[in-house]
């Protein structure tokens, strides 16, 4: 089946450091790629997709592109916030099932020091 | 624009005691609608999804059942709560051809 391993958490880092999430992936036919991210106490919400491989997905400066080859779809950043702080998941949908199922992987906390 | 409602936002019920949760979609129509359930420090679990009115389908075994009373209203419901029920539940929406889930402000459920 599908899955999706990100790396282990908390990652702490200073304002204005640069930031690589790594996510990987298994996934039967062509999957669909996406970052969400979770504030405290909120919801998730979409960062950023890419659809198809070599696609970059792009949001409030944050980056990741669809890597076929090697499988992944890095999260990165050039300069993190304070506001930046939260947990981001990876996660794909294959369109597998019938319905729109999105596998997640299990989230990487992201804490930005002043 | 399509905007997801969760209500209550909180609530702090007693083992034994019934659960209601209720999810309402704006904006759209027909919606695939999907439960999660999310522990603390922990991931995503899918509960239920539906894919149209009275159409649920369960992904886990467990107290909890869901309905689809209208088309774009969604509700997570228990008759009899257990201390493991505790979570942040969070609704989630997607359209019919679309693949990314579009997730609402979640219910914090303490059962105590």
């Known amino acids: 089946g599908d899955s999706v391993t990100q790396m282990e958490g908390p990652v702490t880092l200073s304002e204005e450091a640069f930031l690589t999430i790594n996510c990987t992936y298994t996934?039967?036919?062509?999957?669909?790629l996406f970052w969400y991210v979770q504030y405290p106490g909120e919801g998730l919400q979409l960062l950023l997709k890419?659809?198809?491989?070599?696609d970059k997905g792009s949001n409030k400066g944050f980056e990741a592109t669809y890597r076929k080859e090697t499988t992944s779809f890095h999260l990165e950043k050039g300069s993190v916030q304070v506001s930046d702080s939260a947990v981001y998941f990876c996660a794909l949908s294959d369109g597998s099932g019938g319905y729109q199922k999105v596998t997640f992987g299990t989230g990487t906390k992201l804490q930005v020091i002043p | 624009s399509q905007t997801i409602h969760q209500w209550p936002a909180t609530l702090v019920q007693p083992v034994g005691s019934p659960l209601s949760l209720e999810c309402t979609v704006e904006?759209?129509?027909?919606?695939?609608l999907y439960w999660y359930r999310q522990a603390a420090g922990r991931g995503l679990q899918l509960l239920f999804y539906s894919v149209g009115i009275g159409q649920i389908s369960s992904e886990v075994p467990q107290n909890l059942s869901a309905s689809r009373p209208q088309d774009r209203q969604f509700i997570l419901s228990s008759k009899k709560l257990l201390l493991s029920d505790s979570g942040f539940y969070l609704c989630a929406w997607s359209a019919g051809t679309g693949r990314e889930q579009y997730f609402g402000p979640g219910t914090r459920l303490t059962v105590t």
């Open positions: 996934a039967t036919g062509y999957p669909s």
């Open positions: 890419a659809t198809k491989a070599d």
């Open positions: 904006g759209t129509s027909n919606p695939n």
